[in-house]
T-cell receptor, first 115, second 112 residues
Framework: GAVVSQHPSWVICKSGTSVKIECRSL??????MFWYRQFPKQSLMLMAT?????????EQGVEKDKFLINHASLTLSTLTVTSAHPEDSSFYIC???????????FGSGTRLTVV | GENVEQHPSTLSVQEGDSAVIKCTYS??????FPWYKQELGKGPQLIID?????GEKKDQRIAVTLNKTAKHFSLHITETQPEDSAVYFC???????????FGGGTRVLVKP
C-alpha cells in the first residue's frame, strides 16, 4: 500500500531557531499534501494544503510566514517552523492524497518541543 | 466549511463486547467518509472508509454504515480486543473537495 515517510519523528529545538520537517511519498506521486497540527488529547487541525509546484493554501489563523511549506517535487513536501517558540510545541502530521482512489495516507508524525 | 461532530468522546467496553462510534457531518456534498485509528505518539492509520454510493462496508470485525439523508455515519467494532484500545477519528471532506475535517475523536478502552 501507499506509504508516506515523515522525518524526524521527534525534535527538540531552542526558542528562536527554525526546524524543518520532511514528508515523502515513497511509492506514489503526491500532487497534493496536507499539514496538520495536533495538541495533546485534541483532534487534528488542518494547517495548510500544498500542491506540487504552487504556493500552499493556509487555513484561517495559520501564519504563513511562520510555517513555511514547500512542495517542490511530486514526492516531497516540507514544513519549516521559523523562529519557533514554546507555544509551537505540538505534534505535526503530514498527509498525502493517494491515487488511484484518492484516499489519504498519513505520515507517522513529528513531535516538536521548543525549549 | 464542513463540520464533523463525533460521539462519544470516551468509550470503555469489556473485551469481547461491541463498540459503536457515531459521527455527523454538515456538508451534504461530502462523498468520502474515512475512519482512523491513532495510537499514542503515532500518525492516524486508516482502518476503513466508505464512499457515498454505498450504505455499509465491512472488513472482518470492523464495519461502517452511512446514512446520507441524515448525514451521519458510524463505526462498529465487534468482538473487541485489548489491542483495539486507541483513539478513533472520523472525517469528511466537505464541498471544498479534498480537505479532510476531523471529528473530535473517541478514546476507546477495551478492558480485559
Amino acid at each position: 500500500g501507499a506509504v508516506v515517510s515523515q522525518h524526524p519523528s521527534w525534535v527538540i529545538c531552542k526558542s528562536g531557531t527554525s526546524v524543518k520537517i520532511e514528508c515523502r511519498s515513497l511509492d506514489f506521486q503526491a500532487t497534493t499534501m496536507f499539514w496538520y497540527r495536533q495538541f495533546p488529547k485534541q483532534s487534528l487541525m488542518l494547517m495548510a494544503t500544498s500542491n506540487e509546484g504552487s504556493k500552499a493554501t493556509y487555513e484561517q489563523g495559520v501564519e504563513k510566514d511562520k510555517f513555511l511549506i514547500n512542495h517542490a517535487s511530486l514526492t516531497l513536501s516540507t514544513l519549516t517552523v521559523t523562529s519557533a517558540h514554546p507555544e509551537d510545541s505540538s505534534f505535526y502530521i503530514c498527509s498525502a492524497l493517494t491515487p488511484p482512489e484518492y484516499g489519504y495516507t498519513f505520515g507517522s508524525g513529528t513531535r516538536l518541543t521548543v525549549v | 466549511g464542513e463540520n464533523v461532530e463525533q460521539h462519544p468522546s470516551t468509550l470503555s467496553v469489556q473485551e469481547g463486547d461491541s463498540a459503536v462510534i457515531k459521527c455527523t457531518y454538515s456538508d451534504s456534498a461530502s462523498n468520502y467518509f474515512p475512519w482512523y485509528k491513532q495510537e499514542l505518539g503515532k500518525g492516524p492509520q486508516l482502518i476503513i472508509d466508505i464512499r457515498s454510493n454505498v450504505g455499509e462496508k465491512k472488513d472482518q470485525r470492523i464495519a461502517v454504515t452511512l446514512n446520507k439523508t441524515a448525514k451521519h455515519f458510524s463505526l462498529h467494532i465487534t468482538e473487541t480486543q485489548p489491542e483495539d484500545s486507541a483513539v478513533y477519528f472520523c472525517a469528511a471532506p466537505g464541498a471544498a473537495g479534498n480537505k479532510l475535517t476531523f471529528g473530535g475523536g473517541t478514546r476507546v478502552l477495551v478492558k480485559p
